[in-house]
């Protein structure tokens, strides 16, 4: 039998694991031939759910200075991989699309990465520099933007 791929399932803000792993059962199951599901929670608590960085109060991604927490969220992604795949939704796509970012050496996401309704995480934007820097990533990309995000 094949061994099946490593798949990083990055849930929104004010999300959890177990939360968007129902959401994505349809696709798990779907799946399940060629990928091993890996939902965990964000490492920041929410109001509502978990948060891969911490926000000030109505301070989008998009606006904010800094991302609070953000490498922390890293280094408990990197522990937990290397995964061939990621798949993000809202704040867990912006964190997929940072891990595509990464150097082949250090990467935690080493294939393709899906990103769901992300923003620009404009403070973070040297990552994305030094990515084109390298002349782009060896990680494919998908990325979906629907009417309303």
């Not at 890996?38 to 109001?47: I, K, L, N, T, Y």
């Not at 994305?128 to 629907?146: K, N, W």
Request: aromatic share 10%; hydrophobic share 45%; glycine share 12%.
């Amino acid at each position: 039998s094949t061994k099946k791929k490593r798949m990083l399932a990055l849930h929104g803000k004010g999300g959890s694991g177990a939360q968007f792993g129902a959401h994505l059962q349809p696709l798990v199951d779907a799946t399940s031939h060629v990928f091993d599901w890996f939902f965990c929670d964000a490492p920041h608590r929410e109001v509502v759910g978990y948060g891969w960085w911490v926000l000030e109060p109505g301070t989008r991604t998009y606006q904010a200075k800094t991302l609070p927490g953000l490498e922390h969220s890293i280094d408990i992604i990197k522990a937990n991989g290397p995964f061939e795949g990621g798949f993000g939704f809202s704040q867990g796509a912006m964190l997929a699309a940072m891990l595509a970012c990464d150097a082949d050496a250090e990467a935690a996401v080493t294939e393709t990465i899906v990103a769901v309704g992300a923003a620009y995480p404009t403070c973070e934007g040297a990552r994305f520099d030094a990515l084109v820097a390298r002349g782009g990533a060896s990680v494919r990309s998908l990325h979906v933007i629907g009417e309303l995000d």
